[in-house]
């Protein structure tokens, strides 16, 4: 749940700024980045800013001592604007086309190594790259199929039998071969997927021999055991004298931030309802995996009637629902929710379906309120037409 500082904070917010809004506790970010340097203290952390890329977070995190993992164009030099230096950004896509690759040949990242067509571009056009080799390991791991990027169906990386020969490849075409990649998916929970994966590279280790580094990825659930995986971690590090670096994104934001809506009716067909002013073009999550987000309500709720309600949003879409069959007390119109969890893979994924400004969102540093994003302005939704 929440701090108590943070959700007092909330209350003068919901006074301040107008609804929907995020708002993230910074002090929460601070405490998982030490946890998982607790969990992890061999590893190099490279925040994956896919999950919130906010310019105001991604400084707060460089001063934490931090690199960044990013996947477009957009994200490398998002990353660079944030002060990160080109040696502390790792570049991870499928595609990277010439456009892209010759944006950053004055100053090219880390780049992770996809396909061999990926390789020979690369080499091409940042000759001397400094590049990691992104190994797709085959294994079926536990989580939803959008996010499961370590099967052997997925688009990503190469298949475990051609790492040795994109590995010569590699140096034959010039690039500076740091190491090895792997990526499961993301909001893995079980740590035997995590071990599975590890073992795939234990087995490369005779063809490979010895690299730099073992980018290991990302893809912690919340409530994944961190100290299962140190052990084996470090050992595989061990066994190729490399350095771990790790790509945490939503372990790191998603417990700290949280959606902010008003109620604005409630009304039933064959189903109870409360009308909010934020929907899936806020929060997408819901209605693209199926996510549940905890819901807390911002109002006194003694004394109330007690509900079960669909929580849906003013989009056309019967899909605009954020929760469905979730207790509580009785709102009256004009009283706040707040969907938790959501400081991942929200704002981030906001889009502007139906002409919908993106949404406002909010840091609170523990002595105040920063504005990250102002909301998008509707004179800015048909800009350039």
Do not use: I
Not at 46 to 52: E, P, R
Not at 250 to 277: C, F, I, N, P, Q
Not at 350 to 358: I, K, N
Request: charged share 25%.
């Amino acid at each position: 749940m929440l701090d108590a500082l943070f959700r007092q904070a909330l209350q003068e917010a919901l006074g301040r700024y107008p609804t929907p809004f995020y708002a993230y506790d910074w002090g929460r970010v601070a405490a998982q980045v030490a946890r998982l340097r607790e969990a992890f203290p061999f590893a190099r952390l490279f925040y994956a800013l896919k999950a919130n890329p906010r310019l105001g977070l991604l400084r707060r995190l460089r001063a934490l001592g931090l690199g960044a993992e990013a996947v477009s164009l957009g994200e490398v030099l998002r990353a660079y604007r944030a002060g990160f230096p080109p040696e502390g950004v790792v570049w991870n896509s499928p595609v990277k086309t010439e456009a892209a690759l010759a944006a950053v040949r004055e100053r090219a990242p880390v780049v992770v190594l996809d396909s061999e067509g990926d390789l020979k571009r690369v080499a091409r056009h940042l000759p001397g790259a400094r590049v990691l080799l992104r190994v797709n390991p085959d294994l079926p791991v536990r989580t939803h199929g959008h996010l499961a990027t370590g099967r052997g169906e997925s688009q990503f990386g190469v298949l475990p039998e051609a790492v040795p020969r994109l590995v010569r490849l590699a140096r034959e075409e010039g690039l500076r071969f740091l190491g090895l990649h792997l990526h499961l998916g993301s909001a893995l929970e079980g740590v035997e997927d995590f071990l599975q994966g590890y073992r795939v590279l234990e087995a490369l280790y005779p063809q490979v021999g010895p690299v730099r580094v073992l980018d290991l990825g990302g893809g912690f659930g919340l409530r994944l055991d961190l100290k299962a995986l140190a052990g084996p971690m470090e050992a595989l590090a061990r066994l190729y004298g490399a350095e771990v670096w790790l790509e945490p994104g939503r372990y790191l934001v998603a417990e700290a931030g949280v959606l902010v809506v008003r109620v604005v009716g409630v009304k039933a067909t064959r189903r109870r309802y409360l009308l909010l002013d934020g929907g899936m073009t806020s929060l997408l999550r819901p209605a693209l995996y199926g996510a549940r987000h905890p819901v807390l309500p911002l109002y006194p709720q003694e004394g109330r009637e007690a509900g079960v309600f669909d929580l849906a949003g003013p989009a056309c879409e019967a899909g605009d629902v954020l929760a469905r069959d979730v207790p509580l007390p009785v709102p009256e119109e004009g009283e706040a929710l707040a969907f938790l969890e959501a400081g991942a893979y929200g704002a981030s994924m906001a889009f502007t379906y139906l002409d919908t400004p993106r949404p406002l969102e909010l840091l609170w540093t523990g002595e105040g309120w920063e504005v990250l994003r102002e909301r998008e302005p509707l004179e800015g939704l048909w800009e350039g037409e």
